[in-house]
């Protein structure tokens, strides 16, 4: 394997040890995050979803040229979505929705209380309740009171506001409200908004003694504001399909909801095609009337006409004369039929002085620009009482739709007025040609010319009257043939499942959850921490040589012994074999090594006491120097006297080395020299030139020399002697010092004011299981029987 892979793999591992290490956490986590997904499942509302698919019909597109509507399949032309778009709003109107709402009863919710939840019940609900009030007190009602079945006969209702015809005393009120009031099932019971009676539903649904049932009932007007802003309506661009989509808690309730808003829709639109149908058939009706009573004075006067005279035969003129005559009548009648219709209709519109009022269609005025603009203005009148429902006469849109009704009736009256004085042109034109051919009959005495007058009008009036009864007939017909205009494709159908929550989906984010919340605490955690931890720590802020690290111990195992198998033992052995190794060139003399450390509490002290020791267990002669005069520590661990030593020497030349050499008393191979008495000037104390003498005097009786020197980071004391030091061990205490902190170690190392330094992290937490020598020794520490393999 590469360098560069072996180091790619150990930063991966170095990556990831801080996650592993806390992986009972993370577990801990990841536990507790599912069980509060599974809670919330189990006690959450579930959402139900119906939807149902409907066409809607355009008449519109029904009167096109089917080439044009061949154009616009293959869009030539863009298709018009009003319609469809109108009708979408028509669908979501609140009128439409509180019809709904009112006869599937939603603003009365039971609800049965169960082991883990309350569950509405709608279908088979376990009461019934009869209200004495009016729908519209009912309506309005917002109150809830809970039931609880004592008996076959009986139930206490707590929670309900009574009628103030019965008064009591707030306590009373406060105990009713906690108690509750017993009742029997058929009772009357008088309440604020009326009497109500409770009974209970027999069969399969019936209610169970000891059940505890909570009655909700909400104003119409809130429900139908909640299932308006729930209710989905989509379409596709060149399509009239609608989807309508509803979730619901319960999931009849949805798929009704959806069924009751089609069929209302369709009610509603069939109820605007009725008003259209009415209005021709009452135009009809009255133009039958006076059309009857007309035809029956023409009758009349013929008749008359017919005994005075004693006509009974006209057939005297000539075939041609006849001919000619009959086919100038029937111009004559179709023109006076025109000529009526258009007073009719003009007489209708005179009349008619509201904007509000529909006008008959296809009376049979042969100019189609009238059946066009009476459509047109019929349409708009329906779209304005539409809007006069939810809205007033001050309405914008109300107001537009008015100033286009009042134009239309005028276009109309126009067009009206116009086809009029066309037909009545041709009609006098028509009436001079049948006085040319009645001249030409000139053998047809006086009475017979009378008579034809008369039967003439007689028979204008009768093909009025056969006219106004096939459109009468006409009008019944497409009463009764109304079709509705949402044509039902796929029936509301409410899915088994719920759609939400989705327990995949929660399931999966409490996962994610789990996972992210520790791994992202620890995250910032290592991100906050900038302690130095381990070796990987301590090469990432120093390029100085690593000599060792020694693993964190007990406070009553301080110092190692000779015969000692611990991690911490072994890791002094392998910091004097490398200590050994680099200073291998000193062989005349004794080789000096300096400790040091930043700050204090680092195990300065503590290192160079058990280095000492692990050296004289080779048997080398060491001597161990505590110059660190401010703080001594070294003595305290070997139990040595601290009341003459080293100050003594440096400040009293008659003072002999000798006498501030002390031997430690287990150990044959370790000499210590005290700090002394601590002085008021140690800086000064230490430039001395006994210092010198001290070193040079132990160099020739000693293999070792160890000196446990003061901080660097907090006095200049070691820096005033460490020129006669060939090696420095600057210790690093772990999960102590900060990375800012060991820079000035660097700064050390670089310029060079430290001889041969080189570094060593104390107190190091190895991870369980690992550690120096485990198992090996004359003495070795037993393994566990569940440990070995």
Not at 62 to 86: A, C, H, M, R, W
Not at 386 to 401: A, D, Q, Y
Not at 674 to 702: F, H
């Amino acid at each position: 394997m590469s360098t560069k892979n072996m180091n790619q793999k150990i930063d991966f591992k170095e990556l990831i040890s801080p996650y592993l290490h806390k992986w009972k956490f993370i577990v801990f986590c990841v536990i507790v995050a599912l069980a509060c997904a599974f809670v919330y499942l189990r006690y959450t509302d579930y959402q139900y979803q119906a939807s149902a698919k409907i066409k809607i019909k355009d008449e519109k597109s029904n009167n096109k040229l089917p080439e044009i509507s061949t154009l616009q399949n293959y869009g030539l032309f863009k298709t018009d979505n009003t319609n469809v778009l109108d009708e979408i709003e028509a669908i979501k109107s609140r009128i439409i929705i509180e019809e709904v709402i009112k006869d599937l009863k939603f603003n009365i919710q039971y609800f049965v209380e169960g082991r883990i939840k309350a569950r509405e019940e709608y279908k088979n609900p376990p009461l019934n309740i009869t209200f004495s009030a009016t729908d519209s007190i009912i309506h309005k009602i917002d109150t809830t009171f809970n039931i609880r079945i004592q008996s076959a006969n009986k139930f206490i209702l707590k929670g309900i506001n009574f009628s103030e015809k019965i008064s009591f005393s707030k306590q009373e009120e406060k105990e009713l409200d906690d108690s509750g009031t017993e009742y029997a099932f058929g009772e009357s019971i008088t309440t604020s908004f009326g009497d109500i009676i409770i009974t209970p539903r027999i069969g399969e649904s019936s209610t169970k003694i000891g059940a505890n049932i909570k009655i909700k009932i909400s104003p119409i007007n809130g429900i139908v504001s909640n299932y308006k802003k729930r209710l989905l309506i989509e379409h596709q661009e060149m399509s009239s399909i609608l989807k309508l989509t509803i979730n619901d808690n319960v999931a009849i309730k949805a798929r009704l909801f959806i069924d009751k808003l089609i069929e209302k829709y369709n009610e509603d639109v069939q109820r605007d095609k009725q008003l259209v149908v009415d209005a021709t058939s009452d135009f009809i009706n009255n133009r039958l009337e006076v059309v009857t009573s007309e035809l029956g004075n023409v009758d009349s006067n013929a008749e008359a006409l017919q005994k005075n005279n004693k006509l009974t035969d006209l057939a005297t003129q000539s075939t041609l004369s006849l001919q000619n005559e009959k086919e100038n009548e029937a111009k004559l009648i179709n023109t006076a039929n025109q000529i009526q219709l258009i007073d009719y209709m003009n007489q209708h519109i005179t009349q008619d002085n509201t904007e509000t009022e529909l006008l008959p269609s296809n009376i049979g005025i042969s100019d189609n620009s009238v059946g066009q603009l009476t459509k047109q203005y019929n349409e708009l009148v329906l779209e304005k009482n539409r809007l006069l429902k939810n809205s007033s006469e001050k309405n914008p849109t109300v107001v537009n739709l008015t100033n286009q009704i009042n134009q239309l009736k005028t276009n109309l009256a126009q067009s009206l007025n116009s086809i009029k004085a066309t037909n009545e042109i041709t009609y006098n034109t028509l009436v001079a040609e049948s006085n040319r051919i009645s001249s030409q009959i000139y053998s047809a005495p006086r009475k017979q010319r009378q008579f034809r007058d008369i039967k003439r009008q007689q028979d204008i009036k009768e093909s009025l009257y056969l006219y106004l009864l096939e459109k009468r007939e006409e009008a019944a017909i497409t009463h009764g043939v109304s079709s509705p205009n949402a044509k039902i494709i796929d029936h509301a159908y409410a899915s088994a499942l719920p759609v939400a929550p989705k327990k995949p989906i929660i399931i999966l984010a409490a996962l994610i959850l789990g996972f992210s919340f520790p791994i992202g605490f620890i995250y910032l955690l290592n991100l906050l921490d900038d302690k130095v931890h381990n070796i990987n720590d301590v090469k990432s802020v120093v390029t100085i040589p690593f000599i060792g690290d020694i693993p964190k111990s007990g406070k009553n195992k301080q110092l190692i012994s000779k015969v000692d198998y611990s991690p911490k033992a072994e890791a002094f052995r392998m910091v004097r074999t490398n200590l050994e190794f680099m200073l291998q060139n000193i062989e005349d003399r004794a080789k000096i090594i300096f400790v040091t450390s930043t700050t204090s509490k680092e195990g300065k002290s503590h290192t160079a006491i058990n280095l000492a020791s692990s050296i004289s267990f080779s048997e080398k002669k060491v001597l161990l120097i505590e110059t660190d005069i401010r703080v001594p520590k070294a003595t305290s661990y070997l139990g040595v006297k601290n009341n003459f030593g080293l100050t003594n020497y440096i400040g009293n030349t008659k003072t002999q080395i000798k006498e501030v050499i002390f031997n430690f008393k287990d150990n044959m191979f370790l000499d210590v020299i005290p700090s002394g008495t601590i002085p008021p000037n140690p800086a000064e104390l230490l430039m001395s030139n006994r210092v010198k003498e001290l070193l040079d005097y132990a160099s020739d009786k000693y293999d070792y020399i160890i000196v446990d020197t003061a901080a660097v980071g907090l006095v200049t004391d070691t820096l005033l002697i460490s020129k006669f030091a060939d090696l420095f061990i600057y210790v690093a205490k772990a999960n102590y010092i900060t990375k800012k902190q060991l820079e000035l170690a660097e700064r050390m190392y670089t310029e060079k004011r430290l001889p041969n330094m080189t570094i060593l992290l104390n107190s190091v937490n190895h991870k369980k299981g690992t550690g120096y020598g485990y198992g090996y020794g004359t003495n070795p520490h037993k393994k566990k029987w569940w440990k070995f393999s």
